[in-house]
C-alpha cells in the first residue's frame, strides 16, 4: 500500500480526469510510476554516481572503455549462441543461390545424396 500527498492543483486534476473516464486517481497514479519510473532510477542513479565520483569513492570509466566491453559481451554471445551467424550464413546462401539463377548461372546442388550441376531453372530458390 502506497499513501502519497500531492499538492492541490495535481491532486485535483487527477480527481477531474479520474471522475471523466470513471477510473480511480489510484489506477492513474499507478500509471504514471509505472510510464515514468525508469527515468526516475537512471536520473537518481546517475546523480548518485556522479556524487560518488566527485567524493573520489568510486571512479569514472572512459566510454570508449564501456563501448569495447560492451561489443566484446555482444560478439561473445553471438559467438556462444551462433543462430545470428546462422541465419546470416543462410541468408547469404540464398541470396547468392538467386542471384545464380537470374544470371543463368548453373550451381553445384545435391539431389538424391548425389553432387550435380542444376541447371538455372532447376534451381529452386
Same mark, same amino acid.
Given at each position: 500500500?502506497?499513501?502519497?500527498? !500531492?499538492? &492541490?492543483?495535481?491532486?485535483?486534476?487527477?480527481?477531474?480526469?479520474?471522475?471523466?473516464?470513471? %477510473?480511480?486517481? #489510484?489506477? /492513474?497514479? %499507478? =500509471? &504514471?510510476?509505472?510510464?515514468?519510473?525508469?527515468?526516475? =532510477?537512471? *536520473? /537518481? !542513479?546517475? @546523480? +548518485?554516481?556522479?556524487?560518488?565520483?566527485?567524493?573520489?569513492?568510486?571512479? #569514472?570509466?572512459?566510454?570508449?572503455?564501456?563501448?569495447?566491453?560492451?561489443?566484446?559481451?555482444?560478439? $561473445?554471445?553471438?559467438?556462444?549462441?551462433?543462430?545470428?551467424?546462422? @541465419?546470416?550464413?543462410?541468408? &547469404?546462401?540464398? =541470396?547468392?543461390?538467386?542471384?545464380?539463377? +537470374?544470371?543463368?548461372? #548453373?550451381?553445384? $546442388?545435391?539431389?538424391?545424396? +548425389?553432387?550435380?550441376?542444376?541447371?538455372? @531453372?532447376? *534451381?529452386? &530458390?
Amino acid at each position: 500500500m502506497l499513501a502519497i500527498r !500531492l499538492p &492541490a492543483d495535481v491532486d485535483e486534476r487527477l480527481d477531474v480526469l479520474a471522475k471523466k473516464t470513471g %477510473r480511480t486517481k #489510484s489506477f /492513474y497514479a %499507478r =500509471e &504514471a510510476i509505472i510510464e515514468h519510473l525508469d527515468e526516475l =532510477e537512471d *536520473i /537518481y !542513479l546517475a @546523480e +548518485q554516481r556522479l556524487e560518488d565520483v566527485r567524493a573520489g569513492r568510486t571512479k #569514472s570509466v572512459p566510454l570508449d572503455e564501456v563501448r569495447a566491453e560492451a561489443v566484446k559481451k555482444d560478439i $561473445g554471445r553471438i559467438l556462444m549462441e551462433g543462430t545470428e551467424i546462422d @541465419e546470416a550464413v543462410k541468408k &547469404a546462401v540464398k =541470396e547468392a543461390i538467386l542471384k545464380h539463377k +537470374q544470371a543463368g548461372n #548453373s550451381i553445384v $546442388g545435391m539431389k538424391d545424396g +548425389q553432387m550435380v550441376w542444376l541447371k538455372p @531453372e532447376d *534451381i529452386k &530458390a
